[in-house]
Every structure is written in C-alpha cells, then in structure tokens.
C-alpha cells in the first residue's frame, strides 16, 4: 500500500506565498512521475504541475512563472512552491504520483487534498 500526505495550504492574502509539500509511503519500487491538481468549487479538476524522474516539468498557463514544481527523490517527496498567489488560485490541492511497485506493477495514487485559500 501506498500513501500519499499533503502539507502547507492555509489561508493567504493575494500576492502571497505558500508551499505545498507532499510525500509518499510505502512499497515503493521507484517514483515516475508527480504532480498537483486543483479543483476549485464548481469547477473541474486541473493539472497545475507536473515533473517526470527525470525532472522535466510543466505547468498550466495560469500558473507559470508564479508556481514551482520539485521534488526530492531521497524523500519521495514532491513540492509546489505557489508565489504570487491570487484569488482564483483559491481551491483543493491534489498530489499525485504514477508509481511502479516491487511486482513491477505501475499504479496511480492521489492524496487527499489540502485547501489552498487566496484573500483579496
């Protein structure tokens, strides 16, 4: 079993920064890819970021140049640096992961969310 735990959102005022964090557990051959959706109400869930084990990243356009995505392999850990936030940055936080297990089976994974609030 695989477990993914999200940190960092809040409540921020506009122009802002936070940092998500989000880290996985459990039996984990290696880690491919890892990203962050949000979904906001009313709205469908978004791909923010995204970085491959080979740390190629991508970003939706709203969000580049404001947003970046890491990770520490070490860790299994993977990262969302948010600055200049704005108000319609406002939603839940998904990290996900594509994983390959011992089996070398490959899965998909999400956490549970952390809300990311934006004043204005």
């Known amino acids: 079993q695989v477990q993914l735990v999200e940190s960092g959102g809040g409540l921020v005022q506009a122009g802002g920064s936070l940092r998500l964090s989000c880290a996985a557990s459990g039996t984990i051959f290696s880690i491919n890819a890892m990203g962050w959706y949000r979904q906001a109400p009313g709205k469908q869930r978004e791909l923010v970021a995204a970085?491959?084990?080979?740390?190629?990243?991508k970003y939706v356009d709203s969000v580049t140049g404001r947003f970046t995505i890491s990770r520490d392999n070490a860790k299994n850990t993977v990262y969302l640096q948010m600055n200049s936030l704005k108000p319609e940055d406002t939603a839940t936080y998904y990290c996900?992961?594509?994983?390959?297990?011992?089996?070398?089976?490959?899965?998909?994974?999400w956490g549970q969310g952390t809300q990311v609030t934006v004043s204005s």
């Open positions: 970085i491959t084990d080979g740390r190629d990243t």
């Open positions: 996900t992961t594509n994983l390959r297990d011992y089996s070398g089976d490959v899965y998909d994974y």
